[in-house]
């Protein structure tokens, strides 16, 4: 079955996983860690791509951004993978390829979706058995939104300012939110979602992309399609 392209939609929220070939590891210290932070900025400048926020872990990262342009974001991940891979490689003294093919990537309702995919992706390295809270890891935009510092790269949605008045308002909601965490299931869309290409929101929502694309957005139904009778 041929490969579905990338479904990418100026003005929407796209989750975004990039992956380390054969779950080997992309980071081997602060300084890569801080190198992949640096280009994701430089691009997403660039390109005009809003990132909303990042987790960056051992060996895959993710991203949640809206593009203002239908290759904003692809021109990013594109220059991002190319540059990082050639930076890896230099001070790794390797060759070869570093990403797990393509990223993978799909849009999200955002009233529905965007908040808990904030969530979702503060809480990895919770999960992964990394840290005990959120706020103990360097590598994600969750410090950026509790107050805890100002990261360049993260340009809020605007869900975000509306969780409070004030910076200490929104930034007690959003901790509140990350302490509550995200149900299994939704933490399984969010991930499914986003590897499969599919779009993750309401009936209606799914519709109102499909219109605006010729790219299938959500799977359809197992088998062939069913033959037209003859006239």
Not at 76 to 81: C, F, I, K, T
Not at 188 to 216: F, H, I, M, N
Request: glycine share 8%.
């Amino acid at each position: 079955m041929a490969r579905l392209p990338r479904l990418t939609l100026p003005g929407y929220p796209h989750h975004v996983i990039q992956r380390g070939n054969n779950r080997q590891a992309i980071f081997t210290g602060t300084a890569d860690y801080e190198t992949l932070l640096a280009m994701l900025h430089e691009n997403a400048v660039k390109f005009g791509v809003a990132v909303h926020g990042y987790v960056l872990m051992s060996n895959h990262f993710h991203l949640l951004a809206t593009p203002e342009t239908v290759e904003g974001l692809p021109l990013m991940m594109q220059a991002v993978g190319r540059r990082y891979v050639r930076h890896f490689n230099q001070y790794q003294a390797r060759s070869g390829t570093l990403w797990e093919g393509r990223y993978k990537s799909t849009l999200i309702q955002a009233e529905r979706h965007l908040l808990a995919c904030m969530v979702y992706m503060d809480l990895n390295p919770v999960r992964a058995g990394m840290v005990p809270e959120a706020r103990d890891y360097p590598w994600s935009s969750h410090a950026h939104y509790i107050g805890l510092k100002a990261d360049r790269l993260v340009e809020p949605h605007p869900l975000y300012w509306e969780l409070g008045n004030t910076p200490f308002a929104r930034e007690a909601a959003y901790a509140d939110m990350v302490r509550a965490g995200v149900s299994s299931q939704q933490r399984d869309a969010l991930t499914q979602s986003a590897l499969k290409g599919w779009a993750l929101g309401e009936a209606d929502y799914v519709a109102d992309l499909q219109e605006r694309t010729r790219r299938r957005v959500s799977k359809g139904r197992a088998g062939r399609p069913a033959r037209l009778p003859k006239p």
